[in-house]
Structure formats: structure tokens, C-alpha cells
């Protein structure tokens, strides 16, 4: 059986992109979704993305993180309606499912512009903070994000006790403007630091703009800006979050499935 798959990247972070609606992709086949994420012997990401469609939305977004776990993916949701868009499923506007419930999304001037999860709070950790944005995540404020150990102080946290046992997502954040963060992200699920997350910079966003009395905040990572901007209620709790950003297609091509000998990449 072949396969058609796309690979898109929204600042950095990459994903295969399969247009699932007929339901043919194997998807309890883990070890199928980590061999297709596989640097060395897959096509290579950060996660795997199933559109598919929905009844009472413009489609489903089902997610795998590289190692074949499930959570929500900010700039994976945003790459797939650029997807859903390039596939003629939407238009400039779109509501669709996501594991952690139904989001909106426009596509504007070539970005996507992600309707997220309202969030209920912010969770003080320490001197750091603890915010899910529809995935896990632990913010740290360092002197200098580009030259932090990223991978060693990530992993530790990410696998301390205080998490244990599903682990979180860690983020670490160094103030570049008065509106404007630097973000670097350990992720979950990769096992490794990303060039970008869109739920971790969605949370250090909220964090960095209550602190600072921000509704909009600019956020660089490794792999190019984004922006979020949110507005807060009187009880403390954030909603109408719009995570900002590009999302490309760069290439594509065809999976063939062969039971005896796995997958061959055509």
C-alpha cells in the first residue's frame, strides 16, 4: 500500500503530514509513526500529523510526538491548517478537533494565527512556573537563554520527581525587549531540544505578559518568531490566545507499506 505524505515546518519544528480522511493509515502501529519520525531511517520530525475528517468541524487533527505519544501541538495544529488550506478543505478560516478540543484558526498574509485552549492559571513551581497550554509546560527565567544547557537542565527537570510520572515539557526564557522573550524548549515526546514549540512559547508568553502587564508578546526561538497575544480576565485566567506564525510545505512524496519488510520511502 502506498501513501502519500507531506512534510511541513512552522519555525523550525516538522512534522509528516498525512491527509488520513479515508482512515487507511495504521495509526495504532506506533512503531510504525516512530520509524517514519526517525532521523536516520524514516523521513524525519519532530511528530506525525493525521487529518482527518470530523463531523460538525472542517477536520480532525490527530498527533504523534516522535517517540509515538500523544498530546497537543501548537505549531503542528498550525502547520496542519496550512495543510487542510493547501488540500482545499478550508478556506482563510477554519474551526477544527484537536486532542485537546476544538480550536479556530485564520490563515493572514501567509501565517497562521492558532485559537488555543483558554488557560485557567499559572502555577508558581518553585521560582519558576508551571503552565498547560494544552501540553505541559515548565517555565524558567535564565541571565542568558543562548549559552544555557538546554538539553542537561531540561532533561533533569523533565524527568524529576515532581513530574513524574508523565514528565513535562520545559522551557527556558531571556528577556530580549520590553515586549519581546527569547525561548528555547526541552520537549517531551522528542526527547530533546526543538528549534520551536508552539505550546511552550504560548506559555512563557502568558507568563512573561502577567508579569509585565502584556497582552501581545514577541517571542524568538532557534528557528525564527513568532507572537501571541491573549487578553486575561479579573479572575486571573487567560483566554482568546492567538499563537502567530508561519507555516511551510517543503516537500513530499510516497510511503509504501510492506508488511514483510516495513516501510520504504519512494
Not at 34 to 59: H, P, T
Not at 87 to 116: N, Q, Y
Not at 166 to 185: C, L, Q, Y
Request: aromatic share 10%; proline share 3%; hydrophobic share 40%.
Amino acid at each position: 500500500m502506498e501513501i502519500s505524505f507531506y512534510k511541513y515546518q512552522g519555525t523550525g519544528n516538522d512534522f509528516v503530514m498525512i491527509d488520513d480522511r479515508l482512515e487507511l493509515f495504521p495509526e495504532r502501529n506506533l512503531a510504525l509513526v516512530k520509524r517514519l519520525s526517525d532521523r536516520k531511517f524514516g523521513i524525519g520530525a519532530d511528530g506525525l500529523i493525521l487529518l482527518r475528517n470530523k463531523k460538525g468541524f472542517d477536520f480532525e487533527m490527530i498527533y504523534f510526538n516522535a517517540d509515538g505519544s500523544q498530546s497537543m501541538c501548537g505549531n503542528g495544529a498550525r502547520c496542519a491548517v496550512a495543510f487542510a488550506a493547501f488540500l482545499g478543505i478550508i478556506g482563510k478560516e477554519t474551526r477544527f478537533l484537536a486532542i485537546d478540543g476544538p480550536h479556530e484558526a485564520s490563515l493572514v498574509e501567509g501565517w497562521v494565527e492558532l485559537g488555543m485552549s483558554p488557560v485557567s492559571s499559572l502555577v508558581k513551581a518553585g521560582q519558576d512556573f508551571f503552565v498547560d497550554t494544552g501540553s505541559p509546560h515548565h517555565v524558567r527565567f535564565v541571565d542568558d537563554v543562548e549559552s544555557y544547557p538546554v538539553f542537561e537542565e531540561g532533561a533533569a527537570i523533565r524527568y524529576s520527581e515532581n513530574y513524574s510520572p508523565k514528565g513535562t515539557n520545559v522551557n527556558f526564557v531571556t528577556p530580549i525587549a520590553s515586549d519581546e522573550i527569547h525561548v528555547r524548549t526541552y520537549e517531551r515526546g522528542v526527547e530533546n531540544e526543538t528549534l520551536s514549540c508552539g505550546t511552550g512559547v504560548t506559555a512563557c508568553a502568558l507568563v512573561y505578559g502577567y508579569q509585565n502587564e502584556l497582552h501581545e508578546v514577541k517571542i524568538k526561538t532557534l528557528g525564527g518568531n513568532l507572537k501571541v497575544r491573549f487578553s486575561e480576565n479579573s479572575a486571573g485566567s487567560f483566554q482568546n490566545i492567538l499563537l502567530i506564525g508561519p507555516a511551510e510545505q517543503v516537500f513530499q512524496g510516497k510511503i509504501r507499506l510492506n508488511p514483510l519488510v516495513g516501510m520504504i520511502v519512494v
